[in-house]
């Protein structure tokens, strides 16, 4: 079936720093999701791709579709402290129309 | 406007009780999702329904059932409670605009004993 790897598992930053997370899949998606998990939350969507070679920014956040549809990207630029959670990528097919996600990453930031 | 509603939040159950967890979402969606998450593993989908009187499957259905009882509820239900089914439980719903755009619930933990 349908997989996505995601990494890193785990960053431990300091407040300021910018952070990159990705997302790589064995099939293709023609949709790219990235949400983010606030603890004792429901994920929240962050950004939302929907074309091959996308890049969308929201705030401190851009995040890519890979040209060759398997990957994506998230950066987040000059990090706070409000920025730690899980963050998830999820991919939609259009074959299938499920979300699959990815295992996600779990951001840290230190004031 | 309450969007996704999941009751309980928390439950504590002994090996073989069964228990239902209910979901409900204001938002007029056609499609709703159940999904565990555990660690390491993200987010892996149970049981859905594209549309009111359907339900499928997902990757991990087995110890579970569904019932879309109208276009607003969607729920799960467990027969016979194992350990391997501790988890967090998230509903979510999807409308026809927005593709792939999920709002989650808060979630349910679940404890089997």
């Known amino acids: 079936g349908q997989q996505l790897n995601q990494s890193p598992q785990s960053m431990f930053i300091q407040e300021g720093e910018d952070v990159s997370m990705n997302c790589t899949s064995s099939?293709?998606?023609?949709?790219w999701l990235w949400y983010k998990q606030d603890p004792g939350e429901g994920p929240v969507l962050l950004i939302a791709?929907?074309?091959?070679?996308e890049l969308t920014s929201n705030g401190r956040l851009t995040a890519q579709f890979g040209i060759t549809r398997k990957d994506s990207f998230l950066n987040i630029s000059a990090s706070i402290p409000s920025d730690v959670g899980i963050y998830f990528c999820a991919g939609s097919s259009s074959n299938t129309g499920k979300l699959i996600f990815g295992q996600g990453t779990t951001l840290q930031v230190k004031p | 406007n309450a969007g996704v509603t999941q009751t309980p939040k928390f439950q504590v159950l002994k090996t073989g009780q069964s228990m239902t967890l209910q979901c409900a979402q204001d938002m007029n969606h056609n499609s709703m999702y159940w999904y565990r998450q555990d660690p390491g593993m993200g987010l892996r989908l149970i049981y859905y329904s594209a549309s009111e009187g359907t339900t499928d499957k997902g990757e991990v259905p087995n110890g579970y059932n569904v019932s879309r009882l109208n276009k607003r509820e969607f729920s799960l239900r467990l027969e016979s409670a194992a350990p391997s089914q501790t988890s967090v439980y998230f509903c979510a719903s999807k409308g026809l605009a927005g593709l792939g755009e999920l709002f989650f619930g808060e979630g349910s933990r679940l404890t089997v004993l």
């Open positions: 791709l929907y074309k091959a070679g």
């Open positions: 099939s293709i998606f023609n949709t």
